[in-house]
């Protein structure tokens, strides 16, 4: 069955760097989605990309995250300068539409900021 | 832009007894309403999903009821079972998926 992957399953980082957060979604899927979900909080949706570009971003989603897609198949978060309060865990979505269509969600990533 | 609430946040129910969850959304253009379990350490994993053209869907133990009108969303599961107990998240979606804030269900065996 196909799924989405996502590396690593646990980054700790120091406040300041930048940390990469990395994403495979399921191969024939067009729309691609960063959630982020704090301890204990729910799930919160940071950014929605499409055709190569964010269509949407949450207010979460400020100057010190970034999204790409380098290659066609990995899809990337990039924080440039973290902060403890980003610490949380990372979710990365893909869906086949970005209209009622499931969205698969990956395994996540727990981000430590220290 | 949308908003999801959720109730209960916490439910326990006795293996075998009934759980149900509810959910309002605000957000008129909202048509497809996922319904997600989350397992410790976890990604979210959809269970079941329902459309804005349908007010009921069932599958075996698992049922949703949505009501436009109301705006209401409904998880229902039936003989419950130990390995049912995770967090669950509705969720209502027109282009991006909105998260409500979770109901963790314990099953006491």
């Known amino acids: 069955e196909p799924e989405v992957t996502q590396t690593p399953s646990h980054q700790v980082t120091q406040m300041g760097q930048e940390v990469i957060l990395r994403c495979v979604p399921i191969s024939n899927h067009l729309y691609f989605y960063w959630y982020r979900q704090i301890l204990g909080q729910k799930v919160e949706f940071l950014v929605s990309f499409y055709n190569n570009e964010i269509s949407e971003k949450s207010e979460i989603f400020d100057d010190q995250f970034s999204v790409e897609r380098p290659d066609g198949s990995n899809f990337t978060l990039k924080i440039r300068s973290t902060k403890l309060e980003d610490s949380a865990m990372y979710f990365c979505a893909s869906s086949g539409s970005g209209q009622h269509t499931e969205a698969f969600f990956g395994q996540g990533t727990r981000l430590t900021v220290v | 832009g949308e908003n999801v609430e959720q109730h209960p946040s916490t439910l326990s129910v006795q293996e075998g007894d009934s759980a149900v969850i509810k959910c309002t959304y605000s957000?008129?253009?909202?048509?497809?309403f996922p319904w997600y379990k989350q397992e410790l350490g976890k990604g979210p994993q959809l269970i079941i999903d329902i459309r804005s053209n349908v007010g009921e869907k069932k599958d075996q133990r698992i049922a949703v009821t949505l009501n436009k009108t109301a705006k209401h969303f409904s998880l229902h599961i039936t003989e419950t079972q130990p390995e049912d107990s995770a967090v669950y998240f509705c969720a209502a979606s027109y282009d991006k998926v909105i998260f409500g804030p979770g109901t963790s269900l314990s099953v006491i065996p």
């Open positions: 957000d008129s253009a909202s048509n497809y």
